[in-house]
């Protein structure tokens, strides 16, 4: 980290700042209302874009989260600090994920969008945000007993080369399978032709911001989980003026935009049902926690090498696909069916993790 521009106080504000005009213009691009970038939402979109769901109004291959795994590879390599490590409670992480998700579907939206809905005017992302931090607040409690997932090592090349791999493929097919108009398929991979997942930025736009993004991510380590998790546990600011600058950023870019709204009602991709809000919230900041980073972390550190961080983003991919198969998703019409059912078996399942997977024991 010596002579890491990007890891000073300075730089992470920069990072928030150009992520907070970036997002913004993806939606001015094309992308979803509120919806910039979402790591939940964009994954949800790639699951089913594969055909893991079959909702057909969230499928679509979302460039931007290819670019950030490959920009943070990229910067990985470029300042020697690609290292290929994993092994540490591989199965945990994966269900950890799969709950993140599930907790972020049932709100809507990852910490990321959540900060970016509220830039918007959308006064729904509050409980959201208040659940987050409850969420990371709870998972601070388990760290302070001894929480811990156990010692990743270091381990073969290849294993650390997994997740980029697996992005390159994902945008290979992508430009093998492009987009055609009105069709709800081309190749083997499926499309939107309405709702979310048909709204988006031009391709290559999105892919040159998300690698730009994640080179820029990797080289701060910029993280909303750490960065409530850090105020929280030490006081210290350093993550969450990076997260600020991002939300009053936001808000100016989204106001020249003209794309500021605020309100409960008829907001873009959202219900309003507070409790619910918070529930899913609490329930992905939990999830958040105990895995050791929001998503965007988790993509950014499986593009620098890390196999454990791979489990968790595959996690979220498939936690998407239980999250539409099985009802436990919101729309804008309110919860899912099983939602409620859904944030409590995850709760349970964290509350058991954290309480059990102490260094003591």
Known sequence: MKGNWFASRWGIIAVGV???VLAPLLQKLGNPGNMGICVACFERDISGAMGLHRADVVQYMRPEIIGFVLGALGAAL?????????????????????FAMIGALVFLGCPWRALLRLSGGDLNAI???????????????????????????ETHKTVGLVMPLFMLGLLALLLIYPQIANEPKSGILFYSVKGPGAAHAPLFISLIIGLGVGFLAQRSRFCTMG?????????????LSGVLALVVVAWVTNMIFGQFNVGFENQ???????TWNFAGMVLAGLAFALAGGCPGRQLFLSGE???????????????AAFSHNFGLASSPAGIGPHGVAAVIVGLVFCLFVGATMRRSS
Do not use: C, N
């Not at 931090?133 to 302070?144: A, E, R, S």
């Not at 960065?227 to 993550?239: G, S």
């Not at 090498?305 to 979220?316: I, K, L, N, W």
């Open 127 to 153: 409980p959201g945000l208040i659940g987050l931090v409850v969420g990371i607040w709870i998972g601070t409690l388990f760290l302070k007993k001894g929480y811990d997932l156990g010692r990743s090592r």
């Open 227 to 239: 960065a409530f998790r850090d105020f929280v546990l030490f006081r210290q600011m350093h993550l």
């Open 305 to 319: 090498g890390d196999g454990d961080a791979a489990v968790f983003v595959m996690g979220m991919i498939v936690g």
């Open 78 to 98: 470029a300042f020697g600090e690609y290292r290929s490590r994993s092994g540490s409670s591989p199965i945990v992480r994966f269900f950890l994920g799969v």
């Open 268 to 274: 873009p991709v959202a219900h309003t049902q507070a």
């Open 18 to 20: 150009a992520i907070g």
